[in-house]
């Protein structure tokens, strides 16, 4: 696990974060093709305290500096999926991974687990992301864009999505002093209402093919 940094751990409400970053540095930075791969492993969880009868699931929206689906472009606000699954709810086609899918080897943190959990009182999902910096003019890092994430949850019985969520991220730096030194700077989660994020809930109308309105009332 040489190209880890150290864990992080968050709670912001009902939200808890379990990050460890990534970073894999060229031995040369002045090297022709060298690049920089980076991400993060990370465990996103949602508790809920009172007894339901329902299972809840996490949805995770992206703003990733390139286009990573289909329905995506870059630098835009998107559902972290590659199509709508089925569901009996409009926003349940939305929720994070598929069902019987599990992490690769590729992380030692996290691997033979299901990306996803749905049930009553805890949910969570597990993405392992990675990116590729590869502009090194002069061995100087051309500073990617910030890779930011969104988090709500849902209800899967009612198809409510809950109105507080979270939003979070991280952005490659460079040691301006020794460039061969890189770290994964984590963009602390902070708490956020999609009713006041547009961008958001235009993510899921364009995802869904529906209008912005349809989206919104399925908001607690």
Not at 39 to 51: M, N, Q
Not at 69 to 96: D, T
Request: with cysteine.
């Amino acid at each position: 696990m040489s190209h880890y940094g150290s864990e992080q751990v968050y709670q912001v409400g009902k939200f808890g974060l379990r990050l460890h970053p990534y970073v894999a540095a060229p031995e040369n930075v002045f090297a022709a093709g060298a690049v920089v791969e980076y991400g993060i492993d990370g465990r996103v969880s949602y508790t809920r305290a009172a007894l339901h009868s329902s299972a809840v699931g996490l949805i995770q929206l992206i703003q990733s500096p390139v286009a990573l689906f289909a329905h995506a472009q870059a630098g835009r606000w998107s559902v972290h999926k590659r199509e709508p699954e089925p569901s009996a709810s409009l926003l349940g086609r939305c929720l994070y991974g598929e069902a019987n899918l599990f992490v690769g080897e590729h992380s030692p943190h996290y691997a033979g687990q299901p990306v996803r959990r749905l049930a009553a009182t805890e949910c969570w999902l597990i993405d392992t992301a990675r990116e590729v910096a590869d502009a090194l003019a002069g061995g100087v890092l051309d500073s990617p864009a910030a890779t930011r994430f969104a988090e709500y949850a849902l209800d899967t019985g009612t198809g409510k999505v809950a109105g507080v969520g979270i939003t979070w991220g991280y952005k490659l730096a460079q040691n301006p002093t020794y460039l061969n030194r890189f770290e994964l700077v984590v963009i602390a989660p902070r708490e956020t209402r999609l009713r006041d994020h547009p961008e958001h809930l235009d993510a899921f109308a364009e995802f869904l093919d529906v209008g912005r309105a349809r989206v919104e009332s399925c908001i607690e």
